[in-house]
């Protein structure tokens, strides 16, 4: 079992404070999702969680140990997935996903996380020729190549088809039934079943069923 | 030490693939010798007089042509920041792009550099003194760019400001390079010479990365 919490933080950008005594906890197979309107900080606080930013105040701890004292450990266990897709135009999306993978110690087999994306017949296509779905779905398929326990995703639904957002839901089902960790935010419905909502405009954490 | 070789490769797989990048500083770098015969008049005693004063700051000019690239691209792709959240330290992720970065700019400069000391009619005594500070000097040149290249980050016309950053660094590798070689062609020892670049090459190595490293955390907080 692992916790993940944030205690307090306090964030700002330029002059402008993005959240204060913000707290939030999850543990091993829950989900959160981070809902509010443009410009209310759910971007910062994934990069925050990811150790990317640092809180002007405030601890965010891992099983009770705060990240920044271990960054290296902390990133051994998270998976980030940004707004950019990171797919080098040169490189086939096999050897786009090896790259990543083999950085882990843990890497699983490329084809199987291809697969689960729907774009195993890609496999040798350079990524010049990718739309931006099929990117999209390359980074995907990447945090599944090598596991890890946390799951940071932010706006993973951008550019993707019904077809991958359903692939997207059974993935994150199957990381929470195995004690993943999702936290992820969207302005789209993804229908993560028993999810927390953090809503970032009043810092309420309201527990529904999304 | 894993992902070290791994960076290194890709890093290497994408400069092969995309291409003219190591080609054009080479090209770049002979070119810019080639003018001075053209400047100055083919007389050898003043060519053999500049050269190495030439061919030194045209090696440096050439490797800083590359430099603005060398963070860039992943930065702007997503990479970077996905690089730095992999579960080793940022500074062997510098290394090793640096690394890639001299591999791809620096050894292709030396070995085009035996063509430009007979073209610029360099004395057989001072060959040796060249090539010896250029292994020394070129990757200490890659160390300190990366530097600047990490602090140009997020920057619009970042190319300006990165020469205007390394220039004034690489001066002191730049002065031991170019005495060593008029020492060498004047009969005297040039051990110290090479022993003081060596001292430069040894305190880079660990200072770079780790400077290079803070650079990026810093552009990546945006």
Known sequence: MALFSGEDILCFRGERTVFSDLSFSIQSGEALVLRGPNGSGKSTLLRLMAGLLKPHDGTITWDGENISDDPEGHNAHLHYVGHADAVKPVLSVHENIAFWANLRTNAGPIEAALDAFGIGYLTDVPGRFLSAGQKRRVNLARILASPAELWLLDEPTTALDAEAINDLKREIATHRASGGIVIASTHTEIGLKDARILNLDDFKLTEDAA | ?222
């Open chain 2, 1 to 222: 030490m894993n992902t070290f070789i791994s960076i290194v490769k890709r890093d290497l797989q994408l400069a092969m693939r995309q291409g003219m990048d190591s080609v054009m500083v080479v090209a770049f770098f002979i070119l810019a010798v080639m003018l001075f015969p053209f400047g100055v008049g083919p007389e050898a005693n003043i060519l053999a007089r500049i050269a190495a004063g030439v061919i030194w700051v045209a090696a440096l000019l050439s490797s800083m042509l590359s430099l603005e690239r060398l963070f860039q691209i992943d930065y702007e792709d997503g990479s970077l920041e996905l690089l730095a959240l992999q579960p080793c330290a940022l500074e062997i992720t510098v290394m090793a792009k640096i690394t890639a970065h001299w591999l791809t700019t620096g050894l292709p400069l030396l070995i085009a550099t035996p063509l430009l000391a007979v073209f610029m009619s360099l004395p057989n005594d001072g060959f040796w003194a060249l090539f010896l500070t250029l292994a020394i000097g070129t990757p200490s040149l890659s160390l300190i760019g990366a530097i600047g290249a990490a602090l140009i980050l997020g920057s619009q016309r970042g190319g300006v400001l990165l020469s205007l950053l390394v220039l004034p660094l690489y001066i002191p590798v730049l002065i031991f390079g170019v005495s060593a070689v008029d020492g060498a062609i004047s009969g005297l020892p040039i051990k110290a010479h090479l022993l003081i670049m060596a001292g430069m090459l040894v305190a880079a190595l660990p200072l770079c990365p780790w400077a290079g490293a803070g650079a990026i955390r810093q552009a990546l907080e945006t």
